[in-house]
């Protein structure tokens, strides 16, 4: 899957959640061009509740990091770098969904440039992953009904919750001394 490389949220250091729609809408300009087959009203509308999906799970950060806690089995920290809006793509609608209401209905991907995963047992990150995590969804399907839009929250995205604003500090090891043993540092 191609991913086009937008910025889809930051937030301040402090974890206060920024406009993410004007962030959205300065960063996506050259890639939303793209998109011209769906209506700009329904992309602004589309890129907006999946913002608002998304800060209910994951903390933007402004260097272009994310980190949410994944709760599956146990807490985890994990973070993304550049986790992004691949593209929007219009689904087909069934008898059922019209019945039902819905009367638009889009696919929004979402992908990153790597991720990570604290580690507790050794106070460490472990090493950059290409694209998300494995549990993060690879999307959100947005859909117009009653008149109004809706982003719908899949049982696996249920897993993260946000994290602390700030990037947790990668473990430093102190200074090799002769007179410790093998394997063993001195502390800064």
Request: proline share 6%; hydrophobic share 40%; with cysteine.
């Amino acid at each position: 899957m191609k991913f086009f490389a937008i910025l889809i949220l930051t937030c301040t250091l402090s974890a206060a959640q920024v406009d993410s729609q004007r962030l959205l809408n300065q960063v996506a300009k050259q890639a939303m061009a793209s998109w011209k087959s769906i209506p700009e009203d329904d992309r602004a509308a589309v890129f907006s509740i999946t913002s608002e999906l998304l800060k209910k799970h994951v903390t933007f950060r402004p260097d272009g990091t994310a980190s949410a806690y994944c709760i599956f089995n146990e807490k985890q920290r994990v973070e993304w770098k550049d986790l992004q809006v691949g593209s929007i793509r219009a689904q087909a609608l069934t008898e059922a969904d019209r019945l039902n209401g819905i009367t638009k209905r889009y696919f929004v991907s979402l992908g990153s440039a790597a991720h990570r995963s604290w580690n507790s047992k050794t106070s460490a990150w472990g090493e950059w992953k290409p694209r998300g995590h494995v549990l993060f969804p690879s999307g959100v399907m947005v859909e117009f009904k009653g008149g109004r839009w809706i982003a719908i929250e899949t049982d696996p995205m249920k897993y993260f919750t946000p994290s602390s604003g700030t990037p947790t500090p990668t473990v430093q090891r102190g200074t090799k001394d002769p007179h410790l043993p093998p394997g063993m540092t001195r502390a800064k």
